[in-house]
């Protein structure tokens, strides 16, 4: 079984609607983040948690919000989703002390119409 | 300037021979360099660390360090198909923040 999960896998959407992708991992680590990956541009940040009370904004946050549920739940919401966040998102995790490992998710690739 | 620099490629190298894949960064606070490899389709997993000035080897794979030249590459050693993906070269700069370059698409022809 995967360690880290991710659903949907693929989500096709339209502009405007509301969307959520989630996170579960079962490596017990206390940090998640959500990047996006465009082409050209790499993995970018867009929230990070290291614990559940502690929420901190990534370099591209705009336009989501997150959740983090239990230690293991990280969610990502797009409130009203726009074209250019059409993109392939990673949650990852890494464990408290020692944040250079990171362990990715499989990936949710979002296309928004 | 972009914080983590890769040439995004494609690199091309025979089976056999030596790959070396290239990383610059801006941040001369940096503390720790990583190279994860992403197959093409799937997510990034991480295949060396380094923290210190020189090289770091692990089987085919040798990390390489210059802090004052702000430089981090990676050598693989008798490169293989299976070897062919893409190489992002990630840097732990500020306090826990991490960041990642392009990534660079190795292709190793058989």
């Known amino acids: 079984d995967a360690d880290v999960t991710q659903t949907p896998r693929n989500r096709i959407t339209k502009t405007g609607k509301r969307i959520m992708l989630e996170c579960s991992q079962t490596?017990?680590?206390?940090?998640m983040y959500w990047y996006r990956q465009d082409p050209g541009l790499g993995l970018r940040l867009i929230y990070y948690?290291?614990?559940?009370?502690?929420?901190n904004k990534g370099e591209i946050s705009d336009g989501y919000s997150v959740s983090r549920q239990a230690q293991a739940k990280f969610s990502l919401s797009l409130e009203s989703a726009i074209p250019n966040q059409t993109a392939l998102y990673f949650c990852?995790?890494?464990?408290?002390?020692?944040?250079?490992?990171?362990?990715f998710g499989p990936g949710t690739r979002l296309t928004v119409l | 300037q972009k914080e983590v620099e890769q040439n995004s490629g494609p690199l091309s190298v025979p089976e056999g021979a030596i790959a070396s894949l290239n990383c610059t960064y801006s941040?001369?606070?940096?503390?720790?360099f990583f190279w994860y490899r992403q197959y093409s389709g799937k997510s990034p997993e991480l295949i060396m660390s380094?923290?210190?000035?020189g090289d770091k080897e692990d089987g085919r794979f040798t990390a390489q360090l210059n802090k004052a030249s702000q430089y981090v590459s990676l050598l693989i050693r008798d490169s293989q198909p299976s070897d062919s993906a893409t190489y992002l070269c990630a840097v732990r700069g500020g306090y826990q923040k991490v960041t990642f370059g392009i990534g660079t698409k190795l292709q190793v022809i058989p």
């Open positions: 490596k017990g680590h206390d940090r």
């Open positions: 990852a995790t890494s464990p408290r002390g020692n944040t250079d490992t990171q362990y």
């Open positions: 948690s290291f614990d559940v009370k502690d929420i």
């Open positions: 380094i923290y210190s000035n």
């Open positions: 941040d001369r606070g940096s503390q720790s």
